[in-house]
Structures are given as C-alpha cells and as structure tokens.
C-alpha cells in the first residue's frame, strides 16, 4: 500500500509552558483516534512542541483506507416487495439508508 510521511502543524500566539504538554498529548491522541476510526493505518506518530508551535509527525500514513465489506440486513422479501414484485416503501427506504439504487441491492 502506497504511504506517506504526514506533519501536521499549528502555528499559535505564545502558549504557557504548563500546557504545552496536555495540548501536544490531546492532539496525538485524538489524530490517532480519528486516523484508526477512519481506517487509516500508519506506523508511529511523533508530537513536538515549542511556545508557538504544536505539531504531530505521522510515519507511514496509508494514502487511502483499506478496503473492505459493510453487511447490512434489510426487511424481509415479503415486507420489501408487494404482490406485483414491486418495491414498497420498506425496500426504498433502504436503499436510500444504504446510498444506493433498489436494483443494486
């Protein structure tokens, strides 16, 4: 998979020193946090800081998410198709929550 060295950073007004270290410990953890939720895997994560200045090194950051399958359950044959084999208001629905078009699914 095709990855990428990404550095975040911010440029501040002069931060107290007393907070630097929560600050710069909060943002590696929430980029760490969103990067996993979002499937996006990467090798090691660096912070650095100064009075100015938070940054976060990302080593390895993949370009794009893996791939993979999302299963959902929709209604049941009987509920999602009347008589005729048109679809109800249950099977469109679906689709709908689903983004995509009745005869897809």
Known sequence: MNTR???FEIGTE?????FLQSLVANL???FSSELTKHKLS???IKS???PRRLAVLIEQLAAKQADYTIERKGP???KAYDA???PTAAALGFARSCQTQITEL
Do not use: V, W
């Open 5 to 7: 060295t990404f550095l």
């Open 42 to 44: 990467f090798t090691h």
């Open 28 to 30: 590696t953890a929430n």
């Open 76 to 78: 049941k044959i009987a």
């Open 84 to 86: 005729k084999g048109n």
């Open 14 to 18: 002069e931060i107290p020193a007393r």
């Open 48 to 50: 650095f800081t100064t």
